[in-house]
């Protein structure tokens, strides 16, 4: 299996404008996250979905973020419109069953300038 | 709030020594515990679990510790190599619920 892939890997835009990420899970897995990962609080779960449907989104930062899974190989993160404060790696994971063993993409690297 | 804290941003170590990371949790209610290391331009890989009901696992040169009544654990890695360099994160888990709790992380060095 080729693991969790993400999309694109570097992303560079102005404040402004809209960012939408992409990840493509492991074949079989029904759990699906989406992290942010900053210096200062590290890993943070912005949302999960459990077969496609979101189940926790409570560490959406805000209304400018939105997430969608609309199908079990295929899942969005969208930012409308973006700040420079939202620079940071954007993380998909995906599991099996449970949420312990995640398995992790290679992260997106969103600069907004 | 952070509710899993890892209070070492970096630790360096000398190769074939022991190398000690801790994490500190505040939430009772955390049953499951693991450690995730993660390369530069790479996603976090799982290394370790250990369940509330244990207080030591070990797998090879790895070993982590619970400390219930300190809400503390600690992995240690024994011997330290250098393919060890990384920065490793500490998650915590309720029990029945389905994310995990993730600290800072700790960017670990070993020098030959």
């Known amino acids: 299996d080729a693991g969790v892939i993400q999309s694109p890997r570097h992303e560079v835009t102005e404040m402004g404008q809209e960012v939408t990420l992409r990840c493509k899970p492991i074949s079989g897995h029904d759990y699906l996250f989406w992290y942010r990962q900053t210096m200062m609080r590290g890993l943070e779960l912005l949302i999960y979905f459990n077969n496609n449907v979101p189940i926790d989104d409570s560490g959406m930062p805000e209304d400018r973020f939105s997430a969608k899974m609309p199908n079990a190989s295929f899942s969005t993160l969208k930012i409308q419109p973006s700040e420079p404060r939202d620079s940071a790696v954007y993380f998909c994971?995906?599991?099996?069953?449970?949420?312990?063993?995640?398995?992790f993409g290679p992260g997106t690297r969103l600069t907004v300038t | 709030d952070q509710q899993v804290k890892q209070n070492s941003p970096s630790l360096s170590v000398q190769e074939g020594r022991i190398s000690i990371l801790n994490c500190d949790y505040t939430?009772?209610?955390?049953?499951?515990f693991l450690w995730y290391k993660k390369y530069p331009a790479e996603g976090p890989t799982f290394l370790i679990s250990?369940?509330?009901?244990?207080d030591k696992n070990e797998d090879g040169r790895f070993t982590v510790f619970l400390n219930k009544s300190a809400k503390h654990l600690s992995l240690h890695i024994v011997p330290s190599q250098p393919g060890d360099s990384a920065v490793y994160f500490c998650?915590?888990?309720?029990?029945?619920?389905?994310?995990?709790?993730f600290g800072q992380g700790t960017r670990l060095t070993i020098n030959p």
């Open positions: 994971a995906s599991s099996f069953l449970r949420a312990y063993e995640q398995y």
């Open positions: 998650a915590a888990s309720e029990e029945g619920a389905q994310k995990l709790v």
């Open positions: 250990i369940s509330s009901i244990k």
């Open positions: 939430n009772s209610m955390f049953d499951y």
